[in-house]
């Protein structure tokens, strides 16, 4: 477990580069699906509004 | 059915929300997959563990590279057939294409830093990389700087096929200049296969990836001209 932790001495390098691609590429995903989920309400609210008249 | 069928916006919705769960899914086991074989395979014998950074720095600058490409190829449809899916493909390229070079960008330096001893060097291949970056940030400054819609996708669309020189000059610039950064490696067979398994799960993850994503923004933006329409009409 240690061995993995220390990455051959190159702990420092090898685990931010991955936490930077996880966040990096996390925030993308959140983000493109709230405007997603957003658009979706927006139009449906736009919609439900429309039949309601 | 051709796939100028698909250029219809309803078309469009139809057949991507069929397809974008399978590709993200898939996208999903792949990179799961690279990152178990990624950090299974032994440390290389002149890089050490520092080559597993590869797995994550190849495929951010591949699918960097692949994304300004597609970004590049959708503007040109756009101008010449006048298309406004096309634009909207472009216009949603773009943030994601940014984040793919910023990560590359990050992962090179973090790798830069134990192998060649410094974070960044002005050659060829960081000073163009770094240039992508730039342009991702101007086409985005430039769209959200016009107004009117079709003006801003055709300005955006010319800057795009302009920079789209500086995609080959990217891929040669390890032959072109006297650089610290490895050649074109991966076609060449300078990489083990034990390297090659993890390293192609990667590239095959983030392409997936960047692709379920680029699918999600360009169906949210035909939403969001949806409703504008929409209120639009109302208004009238």
Request: net charge positive.
């Amino acid at each position: 477990m240690n061995d993995f932790l220390s990455q051959g001495g190159y702990a420092l390098y090898v685990w931010p580069a991955y936490a930077a691609s996880a966040i990096g590429l996390g925030c993308m995903i959140v983000a493109t699906l709230a405007a997603w989920r957003k658009a979706k309400r927006a139009l449906g609210a736009l919609q439900d509004s429309e039949t309601n008249i | 059915m051709s796939i100028f069928e698909l250029a219809n916006p309803k078309r469009f919705m139809e057949v991507s929300g069929l397809f974008l769960p399978w590709i993200a899914a898939a996208a999903a086991v792949a990179l799961v997959a690279g990152l178990i074989l990624g950090f299974g395979v032994p440390p290389d014998y002149q890089q050490g563990d520092t080559v597993r950074i590869m797995f994550v720095h190849v495929p951010a600058s591949t699918t960097a590279m692949m994304a300004y490409g597609a970004m590049a190829v959708a503007s040109a449809v756009g101008l010449i057939n006048r298309h406004p899916l096309a634009d909207v493909a472009a216009k949603t390229a773009a943030p994601l294409g940014a984040v793919f070079t910023a990560l590359g960008l990050i992962t090179g330096s973090l790798w830069g830093k134990p192998m060649w001893g410094a974070w960044w060097v002005w050659d060829g291949r960081l000073t163009s990389f770094l240039l992508l970056l730039l342009l991702y940030l101007g086409y985005i400054a430039l769209g959200s700087a016009i107004e009117d819609e079709t003006r801003s996708a055709r300005a955006c669309a010319i800057l795009a096929i302009i920079g789209a020189v500086n995609l080959p000059i990217i891929y040669f610039s390890v032959n072109w200049w006297t650089t610290l950064h490895q050649g074109n490696s991966i076609f060449a067979g300078k990489i083990a296969p034990a390297f090659l398994w993890p390293l192609f799960l990667m590239m095959g993850g983030y392409t997936l990836l960047f692709f379920s994503l680029w699918l999600v923004r360009i169906r949210t933006e035909i939403l969001n001209r949806r409703a504008r329409t929409l209120m639009l009409s109302r208004a009238a």
